[in-house]
């Protein structure tokens, strides 16, 4: 009985962790063989919250509640938040695409990566940055489109996925709003990298 339990909370929990991603166009064959990928990030369209806020809004509307709390605060984490994307959310995706994609098949992964044949585009789409109050908490959400596209002529879209929610936890506590999205990416690229190992090699 107590095995039945526990296989049902781990079918429920990977249920909860589960994202969505779904192939708008092309395949992952042209991936077989390739031994490098360059990768760009673009936060160009992001969008925050619920409400679909702008990058701009969200800063300006955090900071100034933070400001309000204690004064100064909202300004120290505005650098925070501008730094995140370099120093935080795409090195997460990285090291979690290399590990689960690049060792597994000798691949380089990496941004500036001018040789490589192809370049994955990551379009930053959507974040929910979640909220952790020691004793309840909301891991946050990150959603993404892949464009694989030739190095070249980047107007060729290969393969283009969507994927949708995934989410940005860990054991413990975690009241960085950026640790947490981290987190989200970090996921993102594992996901990104077990499908293309898996539907690429077949």
Avoid: C, H
Avoid at 40 to 49: I, P, R, T, V
Avoid at 152 to 170: H, M, Y
């Amino acid at each position: 009985m107590k095995k039945i339990t526990l296989i049902a909370f781990l079918l429920v929990s990977s249920l909860g962790i589960a994202q969505d991603m779904k192939v708008i166009k092309g395949d992952y064959k042209f991936l077989n063989g390739a031994k490098e990928l360059n990768v760009e990030f673009n936060y160009s369209d992001l969008k925050l919250m619920k409400d679909n806020l702008t990058n701009e809004e969200y800063v300006s509307k955090r900071a100034s509640e933070l400001n309000e709390k204690t004064k100064g605060n909202g300004d120290v984490w505005k650098k925070k938040w501008a730094t995140s994307r370099e120093a935080i959310w795409g090195p997460k995706f990285l090291e979690l695409m290399n590990k689960v994609y690049g060792s597994e098949k000798d691949v380089t992964i990496q941004e500036d990566l001018k040789s490589a044949k192809y370049t994955l585009i990551v379009d930053v789409v959507w974040i929910y940055p979640g909220w952790d109050a020691a004793v309840m908490k909301q891991k946050a959400k990150v959603s993404l489109n892949y464009r694989f596209v030739e190095t070249a002529n980047k107007s060729n879209v290969l393969l283009e996925i969507k994927s949708e929610e995934a989410p940005g936890d860990q054991w413990g506590n975690n009241f960085s709003n950026e640790s947490r999205i981290g987190e989200g990416f970090a996921k993102s690229g594992k996901s990104l990298g077990k499908e293309i190992v898996k539907k690429a090699y077949r």
